[in-house]
């Protein structure tokens, strides 16, 4: 899950520049009006590949770990924000927001769009498949096949991304708790996909082919007022299997670590809250603060022990609110690459 | 050593302690002028910086026929890798005026922008949306009672901005495209080419704040050519207060050479005392300077509303390096007046007689490289005024008249002199002359100080009467109808239209838009075929038959600036925006207006333009009518009081914002000539200490003292009459350079010269009493000074 | 007699400089004045010239007694006949030499010839110059014909050859006596020079605030 995008959200509705926010009270208290998740709610697509107006946030939100023909990893980051600012459902109410990213050896390359709705600047629709802020666009007949585009003043990709899998519910039955007390998000994901297609950084054309992964998620109540950010990975296993997990820290009490094993055949295993265990190892200098760029990761149950790199430790999102995102690689009892994203290291 | 020498010079201000004064407050009124002057620039720059700011100092894009952007041309520019953001610009009705309002997108707004600075502070959920906010500076917020609580002050906002999200614009405005887009300055990688998704959109260099900077250039010009001539004038006084003290010092020096202090020693304790004394008088100046500005800041303010909409905030915030520049000014200037004075006591041989100096030797060379400058100096202000051209060349000619005729002022004084001493008889009269002409060096720089302020004001004085005379004449002929009244909307015109048939005799409707004409914001306007415009119009040139042919469309009427700038006369054709070319009828005076103007028959606006504001009428009423109509308009018909202006209003609100404009040019005037007095009354203090032992001879053989005095007060009264003479010519010639040179670069207009007799014989009488005040009291001095005193001087050295 | 002084007394502030002076002039006589500096020779001329006012005892110019005259009336005799000569800043600046010859001459509305005065003097190449463009020496000889163009009844000199050397300061005494010589002119001459001193008709020595013979 990106459960940094909340903190986005809330930065777009209240303070659009600054991003100094007041703390992550305001999270936990303005749902009024808005719909609220429902454990009872089962996912239909092609329908909920589109926007669900009458939740507050919504994400589209793809990762992908790359390589050229000499074995060099890229990231690439697509992300696109919906917020409401009211529980309206109309376009007008809506505030669009886009993140795109490549990081690779010569350095972390980012952009930022924002839209309001109604201006025919932003949107999605599900079928055909198209989510779009500006030109930047991820389009296709379904989510399952779609093109992929990006850029800013220094960089461009056009990535093509396929999968066949089905598309995977988070938590239970895609009812994802963001903690003790229940507060939750509808969330999915598609980490099975291939990808071909070309990067341009400022040294040149690269063509590159990798893996990707999808998070879609809606709420309207994200967040407990004491939580102050979050730790996120989304993994590929060499051997097929996938798996996520996330870490919410709270300045009262221990964080809550939460995630979701996923077969290579698209099974999801959810874990109990505390049986995942993220514990930072390393630290890096970037952007003037400091940052956990090398965690260990443990999970008993499947006799998990890894150690997880930042593969560009800079990988840092000046953004409004700003963040870290970027590829890593993981070793010990199971290999593999996969992607990390920290939030309210401010 | 080194302390008892300072104590030595310094004791010479406790003894003289209004010689001290004299040189602080010279020094500081100098610094005064000049600061107040920067002063006033700054506010205004700096208010004008804070529009650019606002309104966008990036590039924008517009449709190329002026039409609105429709927001599906905006999304697919988005859509196709153009980061733009679209603005709303227009006008809003406040409770105390109209006040500009720009639309903004704070989504898509580049972040660079300081509009989104101003935004820091507001949630965006409050500003957004249709009734969001309006953010204004605390100042402007006052005229927009009218919108209550949705107002918000912000600090550091443009004076005379409302700032509202796209959606509270487009409301207010009831308009649903946008005016432009603002090209964000980071583009992304590619983008489709603009001409294949928007044919009719083009990119623009920012507009409105630029030209705002450029039309108000020549107003600073001429502000900042007042400060420096202010500047120069107070440096007399300086030079004359510095030579005073350095004379009467002069046996101190001697002895504290003679004691052993060595040259590069005393010119150093010189320094020290000067830099002190400027820095004193420097930081008075500078305090004098902020007052000047205060004083007189909320003029230039009117001024600059009036004439060009530009709007400055009334409160003056200083940068410390404003005070810093005033005191450097200051320092600068104690440099250049000492300068003379501390190379002569570097010179000085301790043992020397005490020589009187070489006046008549002296003089004469001085006077010869004087009139050499000057020759350089017309040369250089001819070429240029005549070759180079423009607004600054325009004021290097006028500075270089001014100088050439100050520096030329002693060899024509002198010369008159000569004359007058060979034509007089008596004794008494030829040693009068005689020594008149021995006194010019010593005065000449106050007279030359006085030559500049006199010729400073008549030339002003004359270019602004002028303009006044010749602008009131313009008025009449301008403002012919009786009353003028503005419909609160479009849908209301018919109405009024109708309503106002049977009250009125004529209806002229004053249709207007604005548009790009060759390359600059000018306004187009349409009238109808009317005798009201045959008879006033002030026309300066035109084809024959203009008005006939006017009224069936053959062409249009452009303002005297348009002309002038494009180089447009009756019979040519010019390129109209949305690409239609008429002929040129006639050319019209058009002052006060800094935008270029186009008249064509209403018909032919209403054609060939969309965007037409139809809402403002010209009535012509009989005389005695005039009240009724109005009453009758804002009781039965029910428009309000403010859309009603009648003739006489304008013209009075348009006469006082002339008076205003040029209300700085006056009390400017008045403190230069006031300095220039000063400059006088110092250089003649300075003589007087030197004259002793040239009128001791004569009082010895037998002229009482007060007849001595009485000559003394009569030369001051004699030069400056002389110098006031000669100052009419320099000033008309200055006037005829403001008139016919600089007004028609910096305004685009030129105008016939008046002259003023009356005005001068005023000056005359002001000047005569300057200088006759200034001599006054040196001469009172000599007439009841002890016989003793005047004795001494022959028995004693100096 | 031409110049009577009878009893003169001068004070500044508590200082007695003059105290009963006494002394006479006749037409044609050349009188010299010596004394210590600062002995108030140069008060007592000019006392006797009306430059400056005396305390008690009268002076008698011409049988007019200067006491009985106001500034204006003292201003007119030193015109019409008394001529000056001071130690410096004798000339009129402005003025060039033939000018400040004829100065006095022409305020007091007499004629002279010019020409015959500065051939006499030695100053027929410098009438066009200017005082500063002149030696002390012949300044102090264009200051002597100055006195004596105006045909003044008294001359009066203070150490006229104060500022010059010898050989100068003996020339232009002598061109002094022998001036007043030639007009008949009466000559109160203070020198420092007992040398010079002994030249004139007749020495006077002032010593205390009084003349001793
Ligand atoms: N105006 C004056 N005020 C005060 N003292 C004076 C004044 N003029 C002269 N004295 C003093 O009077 C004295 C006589 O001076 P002065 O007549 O010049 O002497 P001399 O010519 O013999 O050298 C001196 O001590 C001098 O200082
Ligand atoms: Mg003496």
Redesign the pocket.
């Known amino acids: 899950m990106n459960a940094k995008a909340f903190l986005f959200v809330f930065a777009v509705a209240f303070l659009p520049f600054l991003a100094s926010a007041q703390g992550f009270a305001g999270l936990g208290q303005s749902s009024d009006g808005f719909a609220l998740p429902d454990p009872d709610t089962r996912f239909s697509f092609p329908d909920d590949h589109g926007p669900h107006p009458n939740f507050r946030i919504e994400w589209w939100y793809v990762t992908a770990n790359l390589r050229d023909k000499d074995g060099v990893d890229y990231g690439v980051q697509w992300t696109l924000f919906r917020n409401a600012m009211t529980p309206s459902g109309t376009d007008a109410d809506q505030i669009w927001m886009g993140h795109a990213a490549v990081s690779g050896p010569d350095g972390h390359y980012f952009d930022e769009r924002f839209s309001r709705g109604g201006s025919g600047t932003a949107g999605v629709s599900s079928e055909p498949f198209e989510a779009f802020i500006d030109e930047w666009v991820m389009t296709g007949s379904d989510p399952n096949n779609v093109r992929l585009h990006a850029q800013g003043s220094d960089f461009s990709y056009d990535l093509s991304l396929q999968a066949s899998n089905e598309f995977v519910p988070q938590g239970a039955n895609g009812f994802s708790a963001k903690s003790h007390e229940g507060l939750a998000s509808h969330y999915y994901s598609q980490p099975f996909y291939k990808i071909s297609g070309t990067v341009i950084l400022p040294s040149g054309e690269i063509s590159v082919t990798g893996r990707g992964w999808l998070d879609r998620e809606w709420s309207s109540q994200p967040l407990s007022p004491t939580q102050t950010g979050w730790d996120w990975i989304s993994l590929h296993l060499d051997g097929g299997d996938k798996m996520m997990g996330y870490r919410l820290r709270d300045e009262t009490g221990p964080a809550y670590t939460v995630g979701t094993w996923i077969s290579r055949d698209g099974t999801p295993t959810p874990f109990v809250p505390g049986e995942l265990t993220m514990t930072p190892i390393e630290w890096a200098s970037v952007a003037d603060r400091d940052v956990p760029v090398g965690w260990r990761v443990t999970l008993p149950k499947r006799d998990l022990a890894i150690q997880v790199e930042a593969i560009y430790p800079q990988s840092w999102m000046s953004t409004a609110v700003p963040y870290w995102e970027g590829p890593v690689s993981f070793d010990g009892t199971h290999k593999g690459i996969g992607y990390l994203e920290m939030t309210g290291y401010e | 050593m080194t302390a008892a020498a300072l104590h030595a010079l310094l004791s010479h201000w406790r003894r003289k302690p209004f010689q001290l004064v004299t040189l602080v407050l010279g020094l500081a009124l100098a610094t005064a002028l000049w600061a107040g002057v920067q002063a006033i620039n700054a506010e205004a720059r700096k208010s004008y910086d804070d529009a650019a700011n606002v309104l966008g100092g990036s590039q924008v894009i517009v449709d190329s026929a002026g039409a609105q952007i429709a927001p599906d041309a905006y999304a697919t520019l988005r859509r196709n890798g153009w980061k733009v953001s679209p603005i709303v610009d227009g006008w809003v009705a406040g409770s105390e005026g109209r006040v500009r309002l720009l639309g903004i997108d704070p989504l898509t707004l580049s972040p660079g922008t300081p509009t989104r600075g101003a935004l820091e502070d507001i949630e965006l959920t409050d500003f957004l949306g249709s009734q969001g906010r309006i953010l204004t500076s605390p100042a402007t917020a006052t005229r927009l009672e009218n919108f209550g609580a949705r107002v918000q002050k912000v600090e550091g906002l443009a004076p005379g901005l409302a700032l509202v999200d796209l959606s509270g614009a487009a409301a207010l405005l009831e308009q649903s495209g946008y005016d432009r887009l603002e090209l964000d300055p980071e583009q992304p990688l590619s983008q489709t080419p603009l001409k294949e998704i928007a044919p009719s959109l083009i990119i623009k260099a920012p507009d409105s704040a630029g030209d705002l900077a450029r039309l108000t250039d020549s107003f600073h010009l001429n502000l900042t050519a007042f400060g420096l001539l202010s500047f120069a004038v107070g440096l007399f006084i300086v030079n004359g207060a510095v030579g005073l003290a350095f004379e009467q010092r002069r046996p101190v020096f001697r002895t504290l050479r003679a004691l052993g202090v060595p040259a590069r020693n005393l010119v150093f304790l010189l320094v020290v005392e000067l830099l002190i004394l400027a820095l004193i008088a420097g930081a008075i100046g500078v305090v004098l300077g902020y007052f000047i500005a205060a004083f007189l800041l909320p003029d230039v303010a009117a001024t600059l509303r009036g004439l060009y909409g530009a709007t400055i905030d009334g409160a003056l915030t200083l940068s410390p390096l404003w005070w810093l520049s005033g005191l450097a000014i200051a320092i600068l200037g104690t440099a250049l007046a000492a300068l003379t004075h501390l190379v002569q006591v570097a010179r000085l041989k301790p043992l020397a007689a005490a020589q009187p100096r070489a006046w008549a030797l002296a003089s004469e060379s001085v006077m010869r490289m004087q009139l050499i400058v000057a020759t350089l100096c017309l040369a250089t202000s001819l070429f240029a005024g005549l070759v180079g051209g423009g607004l600054v060349g325009g004021f290097v000619l006028l500075a270089g008249l001014l100088l050439t005729a100050a520096l030329a002022l002693p060899t024509a004084l002198s010369i008159i002199l000569r004359g007058a001493e060979r034509l007089s008889r008596g004794v008494l009269s030829e040693w009068f002359w005689a020594d008149t002409r021995q006194q010019l060096p010593g005065l000449s720089l106050a007279l030359m100080a006085l030559l500049l302020a006199l010729a400073a004001n008549i030339g002003v004085g004359t270019m602004v009467g002028s303009f006044r005379l010749t602008f009131t004449g313009w008025l009449d002929q301008r403002l012919a109808s009786e009353l003028y009244v503005t419909a609160e909307s479009e849908a209301e015109v018919t109405d009024l239209i109708a309503f106002l048939e049977p009250r009125t005799d004529a209806i002229l409707p004053i249709w207007h838009t604005d548009a790009e004409v060759l390359g600059a914001p000018a306004e187009i306007y349409g009238i109808v075929d009317h005798p009201t415009y045959r008879e006033n119009w002030p026309l300066l040139s035109a084809l024959p038959n203009v008005w006939d042919r006017i009224a069936i469309g053959e062409g249009a009427l452009i303002n005297e600036q348009l002309g002038r700038r494009e180089d447009i006369a009756p019979g040519d054709v010019i390129a109209m925006p949305g690409g239609w070319e008429t002929e040129v009828l006639g050319v019209y005076s058009d002052y006060g207006n800094p935008m270029g103007q186009v008249i064509l028959p209403t018909s032919t606006l209403t054609t060939r333009y969309s965007d037409i504001d139809r809402t403002d009428f010209g009535l012509r009423v009989s005389r005695g009518n005039v009240d009724a109509v109005r009453t009758s308009l804002t009781e039965d018909f029910g428009l309000p009081a403010e859309n009603i202006i009648d003739q006489a209003s304008i013209k009075s609100f348009s006469i006082d914002v002339f008076d205003r404009t040029f209300a700085v040019s006056a009390a400017l005037n008045v403190l230069t000539l006031a300095v220039a007095g000063f400059a006088i009354l110092t250089s003649l203090l300075t003589i007087a200490a030197m004259r002793l032992p040239q009128l001791a001879p004569i009082w010895a053989l037998g002229i009482p003292r007060h007849i001595l005095a009485r000559a003394e007060l009569i030369r001051a009264l004699i030069l400056a009459a002389v110098t006031f003479v000669l100052a009419v010519p320099v000033g008309l010639l200055l006037a005829w350079v403001l008139l016919a040179v600089i007004n028609v670069e910096a305004f685009g207009w030129r105008l016939p010269m008046h002259f003023f007799p009356a005005d001068w014989a005023w000056l005359a009488l002001l000047s005569l009493l300057a200088a006759g005040l200034a001599s006054l009291w040196p001469a009172r001095r000599l007439a009841t000074r002890p016989p003793?005193d005047l004795i001494r001087v022959f028995?004693h050295e100096r | 007699m031409l110049l009577d002084v009878q009893n003169l007394s001068k004070r500044?502030e508590a200082v007695t400089?003059l105290d009963g002076v006494s002394l006479s002039l006749a037409i044609g006589e050349s009188v010299a004045l010596t004394?210590e500096?600062?002995?108030?020779?140069?008060?007592l001329l000019h006392i006797i010239a009306g430059l400056e006012p005396a305390d008690g005892g009268e002076v008698t110019v011409d049988g007019i007694a200067l006491s009985t005259l106001k500034d204006a009336g003292r201003a007119r005799l030193r015109r019409d006949d008394i001529g000056i000569v001071f130690q410096q800043f004798n000339l009129i600046p402005s003025l060039n030499i033939a000018q400040n010859l004829l100065f006095q001459a022409r305020l007091a509305g007499r004629d002279a010839n010019l020409s015959a005065l500065a051939e006499q003097l030695g100053l027929s190449e410098h009438l066009s110059k200017y005082p500063e463009q002149l030696s002390g020496g012949q300044q102090q000889r264009v200051a002597i014909g100055r006195a004596i163009a105006a045909r003044p009844k008294l001359v009066l000199a203070d150490e006229p050859t104060g500022n010059l050397d010898e050989t100068t300061g003996d020339a232009v005494f002598d061109l002094l006596l022998q001036s007043a010589k030639e007009t008949g002119a009466g000559l109160l001459i203070v020198t420092h020079s007992e040398r010079l001193a002994s030249r004139s008709n007749r020495r006077l020595h002032l010593r205390q605030g009084r003349i001793q013979q």
Do not use: D, E, R, V
Request: glycine content about 24%; aromatic content about 8%; proline content about 0%.
């Open positions: 003793a028995s | 500044f400089i004394g500096s600062g002995s108030g020779k140069s008060t």
